[in-house]
């Protein structure tokens, strides 16, 4: 079947269309930026991809043209001397000037956005500590003195955002210029939130610096960069931009949760044995259950089974000096930085539900031994 001019140039167009809405639909650009360095990086790539298209179109244009027009059957003879002639010759010259041209225009671009971005400016900023953990990451807000804890989300509630989504965000101010300082607890890690256009290691004993300043609000999402082993898949990076006033509100309602936290914690008080077990489920799902399972089961012989454990069956000061210190050299960190309270309920749990031991740890036992 012949297709008519009409009908041909009408296909043509409206595939044309269809293919620039998918286009939208599947977002193949960069993630729209949300800072002004990566707005700055954003527009060298559109600068780039302009410039290639356009010598894209005209080379190309140039090739049908002469590959259609020149035909041997029209008559045309290759010719063998273009290389002598006179402009043949400054071609060889001019093509590749213009080619240097356009890269130096664009490569001299890029190193000024990078100097921007990597040169942290001497002025007054929020500081936030990073500190990336196999496989967590730990936020400071040094100015605030607030911690959070950042875990990813099970993929049970998680769903389509599994291993995008966390349990606690990194919430920081638009419009705030916020100065991180990157380093690591254990092994390399990378710290990478595209729409905030940079990513950078976290190295064990050093702090790094970056900056940024939000201009949208938001939820940004990101992950970490470096292969810091078994579970990197599951360091997924959440920013959540607000306003400064919602980020004070933020702060304030965070504090007040820490010493409601922190008053209910109380060491002092004797714990019924149900309310440890309780809270040693949800402390044992945040803190432990990655590496030695829901079920205590382990993983060996990388994690250990904490069922039929002889060290969570003995004597409870063995058992709490693993927990405390950690297994210096392995996966099994510190765990120093928790309450009496969370380290006394994990403690009864791991006893209670995984070996049956009918022992209660109380946080006050924990306080006079750690
Ligand atoms: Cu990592």
Not at 126 to 131: E, F, L, P, R, S
Not at 170 to 188: E, K, M, N, Q, W
């Amino acid at each position: 079947m012949r297709i008519g001019k009409s009908r041909g140039v009408a296909l043509a167009t409206s595939s044309l269309l269809f293919a620039c809405e998918a286009h939208a639909d599947l977002n193949i650009n960069l993630p729209s930026p949300a800072s002004a360095g990566a707005r700055q990086i954003y527009d060298i790539h559109m600068l780039t991809l302009g410039i290639a298209t356009v010598l894209m179109v005209v080379v190309l244009a140039a090739v049908v043209y002469s590959v259609l027009t020149f035909r041997k059957d029209r008559g045309y003879v290759a010719d063998q001397h273009f290389h002598t002639s006179k402009y043949g010759a400054w071609s060889w010259l001019a093509v590749p000037v213009l080619v240097l041209g356009v890269d130096l225009a664009i490569a001299g671009n890029a190193k000024k956005v990078l100097a921007s971005l990597w040169n942290v400016p001497d002025q007054e900023m929020m500081d936030v500590k990073i500190t990336g953990h196999q496989w967590w990451w730990e936020f400071d807000y040094l100015d605030e003195g607030i911690k959070v804890e950042s875990r990813f989300t099970p993929q049970e509630q998680a769903g389509e955002l599994y291993l995008r989504e966390v349990d606690n965000r990194l919430v920081l101010p638009t419009d705030t210029p916020i100065r991180f300082l990157h380093t690591s607890a254990d092994v390399l890690h990378a710290f990478w939130v595209p729409e905030l256009g940079f990513k950078k290691d976290a190295i064990p004993g050093y702090v790094t610096e970056t900056w940024t300043t939000i201009e949208k609000e938001g939820v940004f999402r990101g992950q970490c960069a470096e292969l810091c082993g078994t579970w990197h898949a599951r360091m997924p990076l959440v920013v959540e931009a607000v306003s400064r006033e919602r980020f004070d509100a933020w702060i304030t309602e965070r504090k007040a949760q820490l010493a409601a936290l922190a008053s209910q914690d109380s060491a002092d008080r004797e714990w019924a044995r149900d309310e440890l077990v309780a809270r040693g489920r949800t402390e044992y799902t945040t803190y432990c259950a990655a590496c030695h399972q829901p079920g205590g089961e382990g993983m060996p012989p990388a994690f250990p089974a904490l069922k039929g454990s002889a060290v969570v069956k003995g004597p409870f000061e063995e058992h709490l000096k693993r927990v405390v210190n950690g297994v210096p050299g392995t996966a099994m960190q510190s765990f120093a930085h928790l309450s009496d309270a969370q380290i006394a309920s994990i403690i009864t749990y791991e006893r209670a539900v995984f070996n049956e031991l009918d022992e209660t740890v109380q946080p006050a036992m924990v306080r006079a031994t750690r």
